[in-house]
């Protein structure tokens, strides 16, 4: 089975603080994807990654950045948490191929920024 | 562009009952349709897709899904509802062409013993 594994389930941080988010998948995969899920709004691309060092802007990448140096490894960073960054958010990773493939998602870490 | 709707953010139906639970989505090209299924404080689980071929789409837990092109949807469909299949549902979309999926806004799914 493939396993994608979130670093954090949930953590507490405050405004202006620097917040890494990491993302560890184990099936080769070359696609990984950062989303935010907010209620009422569904889940939201914020960057993807189709390879080593590769990187794209989603829907909303605005006060975001990720860095993707080996492939199994996909970071999320929030440069300087602000209360509006306070969300789920889930990584992703599905393969290259086709893109007709599922997603294949970690278990969400839950962030709150007070 | 690609988009997705979820008219209802809530259905309620009781155990023993058939569910549905509606999609439409909006594509410039060939569709390729998903859903998923995420319970509380977990990541979403993979249901079901629709890529090619029979409209009629079967996928996990006794779920299924209807294609329909003239009416650009995409239904969630289990013709006898479990209290265990309590839970909120995404449907998503990708443009042929396209890396990334979008997601709809998600229908919470309670169903009733």
């Known amino acids: 089975d493939v396993k994608v594994t979130q670093s954090s389930r949930y953590l507490v941080k405050r405004t202006g603080e620097k917040v890494f988010l990491e993302c560890v998948q184990d099936?080769?995969?070359?696609?990984m994807f950062w989303y935010r899920q907010d209620p009422g709004l569904g889940l939201r691309l914020i960057y993807f990654?189709?390879?080593?060092?590769?990187?794209e802007k989603g829907d909303i990448p605005e006060g975001y950045s990720v860095s993707r140096e080996k492939k199994e490894r996909f970071s999320l960073i929030l440069e300087s948490a602000s209360t509006n960054q306070t969300s789920m958010y889930l990584c992703?990773?599905?393969?290259?191929?086709?893109?007709?493939?599922?997603?294949?998602f970690g278990e969400g870490s839950r962030l709150t920024v007070l | 562009a690609q988009s997705v709707a979820q008219p209802e953010d809530q259905v309620n139906v009781a155990e023993g009952n058939p569910l549905t639970v509606k999609c439409t989505y909006s594509?410039?090209?060939?569709?390729?349709l998903f859903w998923y299924v995420q319970y509380p404080n977990r990541g979403l689980q993979f249901l079901l897709k629709?890529?090619?071929?029979?409209?009629l789409v079967k996928g996990s837990y006794g779920f299924e899904a209807e294609f329909n092109k003239s009416q650009t949807s995409f239904h969630l469909k289990k013709p006898s509802a479990l209290v265990s299949d309590s839970a909120l549902y995404f449907c998503?979309?990708?443009?042929?062409?396209?890396?990334?999926?979008?997601f709809g806004s998600g229908t919470q799914l309670t169903v009733l013993p």
């Open positions: 998503a979309v990708r443009d042929g062409s396209a890396r990334q999926l979008t």
């Open positions: 099936m080769d995969h070359e696609n």
């Open positions: 992703a990773t599905t393969w290259a191929t086709t893109n007709t493939g599922e997603l294949f």
């Open positions: 629709y890529i090619t071929g029979d409209n």
């Open positions: 990654s189709y390879d080593v060092k590769m990187k």
């Open positions: 594509v410039s090209g060939n569709p390729y």
